[in-house]
């Protein structure tokens, strides 16, 4: 059984970029097979990874629902539909690489989502790491997207605000059942340490239900490849950001 990794918060606190992040570190060290998910209905982890984003499952769901009883080769929808993820499943020499999407048309996006679970579910025995980058907010966890999640990855930048957010997620993750096994708090683009933080923010963090697991720092370099348009997979291995990503796995013992 694969380890799934997980990355959730607010939208606008760089958890595509930690996601991203995450991947690249888990490449260099040869870890293989890996499968990414971009669970989130406005996509763009594809982008940051420079792949060409594939046909996703919720297109895939409207084909399915268009062509009602008309389920080519005799197949039951779910068959259908399982097929289908696993042809559009965007194959590079690192990793593999499926999209969520947003699906179009009339329809309830939970079915979309259930999908999602169910080949996460099959797909995780044939992968030694997935890495799930969720939609922003919390919608994902009260959807229930993940089946099982070895880490969740609370992503939150400096402001109070996006702090705050990390207690009411935390508050889900309890209605969870025992389904993510171990939450960790990440804060990104720092600049200093938690002492340099207004006090407001200091405040936030003090009330959350537990210590940051890590700082990662404001970088530059992570900030240039975003402005240029060019995939953050390929900021250099000496960069701060992408070692205090790889500290923070070893930390866990994800990464030796």
Partial sequence: ?????????KGGVGKTSIASLIIKNLIDSGQRPLLAIDADSNSNLHEVLGIREPKSVGCIREDARKMGEDIPGGMTRDRFMDYQIQANLEETKDLDFLSMGRPEGPGCYCMANNILRDVISRLTTNYKFVIIDNEAGME???????EEVDHLFIISDPSPRSVRTIGRIYQLIDEMEGRIHNQHIVLSRIQGTLADLPKTTREEIEALPSTPLALIPYDEELVALDLEGKPLVDIPSDSIA???VRKMLQDIAVLS
């Avoid at 994902?140 to 993940?146: F, N």
């Fill in 140 to 146: 994902h966890l009260s959807r229930r997207t993940e």
């Fill in 1 to 9: 059984m694969g380890i799934t990794l997980a990355v959730a918060g």
């Fill in 242 to 244: 992408y070692q205090a």
